[in-house]
């Protein structure tokens, strides 16, 4: 089994500065790890990934997030905001179990981006 | 990098008449599909997957004579919603997967389906 708690559902910043998405999972296997970003009436991007390479993920548009296992957690960081980062956000979960892989979605946090 | 296009992006039918929605990789050959729905403000809720050439599977609650799911080739699935009702009115999105290994999902755009 698996899951992914978005701890925040709505999260408001200013323009240039830090931002902070956070995301706890559980799971049975090794899990992967996504962030992905979806725009209104759009399908998802994808941010980045954790795949059991390295603990820290760097991804587009200046994203990046830590695996931490003793933490569980999978939190998404960016040093400064843009208007353009508005948007909702999933964290997601994967399992390969040896028979069957499916994506497990957090509930979304909705990024909002202020001047 | 890897393409998934989803057609149509939008659609409106009356009760009682069917939908068919694709959903084709192209470039790449998708051994796996996904198909999700998302209710306003809400998260994508796993509606069935599909292997190629097999049945697909179907997540509890969803009904699999009302979502009827092809996937005959390996860069093509289609997700057809019959006798549409009101209540089936939400954003339908594929995803895409190649190989066993767990990255590689690339998802569709989505389609916004209203059903009048």
């Known amino acids: 089994a698996q899951s992914v708690t978005q701890l925040d559902s709505h999260v408001s910043v200013s323009e240039g500065t830090p931002v902070l998405l956070r995301c706890n999972y559980s799971?049975?296997?090794?899990?992967?790890l996504f962030w992905y970003v979806q725009h209104p009436n759009k399908g998802l991007q994808l941010l980045l990934k954790?795949?059991?390479?390295?603990?820290l993920v760097k991804g587009i548009n200046g994203f990046e997030a830590e695996f931490k296992k003793s933490e569980t957690s999978f939190h998404l960081t960016k040093p400064s905001a843009h208007m353009s980062d508005a948007a909702e956000y999933f964290c997601?979960?994967?399992?390969?179990?040896?028979?069957?892989?499916?994506?497990?979605f957090g509930t979304g946090t909705r990024l909002q981006v202020t001047l | 990098g890897a393409v998934v296009s989803q057609h149509p992006s939008r659609v409106i039918c009356k009760s009682g008449t069917s939908v068919k929605i694709e959903c084709r990789s192209l470039?790449?050959?998708?051994?796996?599909m996904f198909w999700y729905r998302q209710f306003p403000k809400q998260s994508l809720m796993l509606m069935a997957t599909?292997?190629?050439?097999?049945?697909?599977?179907?997540e509890q609650g969803v009904e699999k004579d009302k979502f009827l799911i092809n996937h005959a080739s390996l860069t093509l699935s289609t997700l057809t919603v019959t006798s549409a009702h009101p209540e089936d009115s939400s954003f339908y999105i594929c995803?895409?997967?190649?190989?066993?290994?767990?990255?590689?999902?690339?998802f569709g755009s989505g389609t916004r389906l209203t059903v009048v």
């Open positions: 799971s049975s296997y090794s899990p992967s």
């Open positions: 997601v979960v994967s399992a390969y179990t040896g028979t069957a892989s499916k994506l497990t």
């Open positions: 470039d790449f050959q998708a051994t796996t």
């Open positions: 599909s292997n190629e050439g097999s049945k697909a599977t179907y």
């Open positions: 995803s895409a997967r190649s190989g066993r290994i767990n990255y590689g999902y690339t």
């Open positions: 954790y795949t059991s390479a390295a603990t």
